[in-house]
């Protein structure tokens, strides 16, 4: 997880009680978005939007970790779609 964008302090889930967690910085106070149930992958990409909106730094990495996942998934694409090529021609 990036650091906290306004301290730089690492930053820790928070359990907010009722099935709700949030990422959250114990130094400056800033917390992300909750998130429901303990969904604590939820909560943790919450916490990057967040981070992406306010700092120019993660923004970037956002974007390059947005880029790659799209790779991966255009690649899983293709092997789905040559899968089923492969399954029609049989």
């Known amino acids: 997880m990036e650091p906290c964008p306004?301290?730089?302090s690492a930053p820790s889930v928070?359990?907010?009680?009722?099935?709700?967690?949030?990422?959250?910085?114990e130094e400056c106070g800033l917390g992300g978005p909750?998130?429901?149930?303990?969904?604590?992958?939820?909560?943790?990409?919450?916490?990057?939007r967040l981070c992406g909106m306010i700092c120019t730094h993660c923004r970037k990495n956002?974007?390059?970790?947005?880029?790659?996942?799209?790779?991966?998934?255009?690649a899983e694409i293709a092997e789905l779609k040559e899968k089923m090529n492969g399954d029609n021609s049989a």
């Open 6 to 8: 306004y301290c730089g």
């Open 62 to 74: 956002l974007i390059i970790h947005y880029n790659n996942r799209i790779k991966e998934l255009k």
């Open 34 to 48: 909750i998130a429901r149930n303990y969904d604590v992958q939820l909560a943790k990409m919450a916490w990057s």
């Open 14 to 25: 928070i359990d907010m009680g009722g099935g709700h967690v949030c990422i959250g910085c």
